[in-house]
């Protein structure tokens, strides 16, 4: 990978890798499966760290590590991280880190990553879209057990968030005064055994419930709490 020259595209074959990828040009890195080719890092880092460019990751794994897959940006620079048929699970200290980026997560499974918050996305200053994902029994032991959004946003179609879990905001907390998070067609469980803990959604202020199946609604955080329209 280090001969890779910026824009190439990189075939991994099948295997279990154990790496800490670092990248610092644009790349696009293609396996043969989620369950075929895997990236481990072993408990001892970022598995996959880019910094300051665009990456993409498909049809491969993302396991094991401190975190799995950082977007380290530069302030108002455009970083880009795109996953499509990608599995990134059980990371110590999160699952995705983004820091002013643009994310985009495609057929991506984020499940049974810990940390103290969002643990399976934690986001500040960036924007993030999910399509038809699957986010599932990840564990923050603070706040956003899914997601946290720190003067941040998230566009989420048809994807489906269970089984999380947190002291607060079970499936994301809002911070920030420009914080969104825009659901469209989404399952957010339903029934005990599949429900987002303590709750769906948490602001600064204050938390909603629960929002059910195939909800549509944009949550925005307030200085007074919570909106969901």
């Not at 990189?10 to 989620?34: F, K, S």
Request: aromatic content about 6%; hydrophobic content about 40%; glycine content about 14%.
């Amino acid at each position: 990978m280090n001969a890779a020259p910026a824009g190439a595209t990189i075939e991994v074959c099948p295997g279990t890798y154990p790496e800490n990828v670092y990248v610092e040009r644009d790349l696009t890195l293609v396996g043969a499966g989620e369950a075929q080719t895997v990236i481990d890092g072993g408990g001892l880092g970022w598995t996959v760290h880019a910094f300051h460019t665009s990456l993409v990751l498909r049809d491969l794994a993302v396991v094991d590590g401190v975190g799995g897959v950082y977007l380290e940006g530069v302030f108002g620079l455009g970083h880009t991280l795109t996953t499509e048929r990608v599995a990134i699970s059980d990371n110590l200290d999160r699952g995705i880190r983004a820091y002013s980026g643009t994310l985009s997560l495609v057929d991506t499974t984020l499940a049974r990553n810990v940390g103290v918050n969002g643990a399976a996305v934690d986001l500040l200053y960036s924007d993030l879209t999910l399509e038809r994902c699957l986010v599932e029994d990840n564990v923050a032991t603070s706040q956003g057990g899914a997601l946290v959004l720190d003067q941040s946003s998230a566009v989420d179609t048809d994807s489906v968030f269970r089984r999380n879990t947190a002291a607060t905001g079970g499936g994301a907390f809002l911070r920030g005064t420009v914080s969104t998070l825009e659901l469209v067609g989404s399952d957010w469980a339903t029934g005990m055994a599949d429900e987002n803990v303590p709750d769906d959604v948490a602001c600064t202020a204050d938390s909603i419930g629960w929002l059910g199946v195939g909800v549509s609604v944009t949550c925005t955080n307030l200085s007074t709490g919570c909106s969901c329209q």
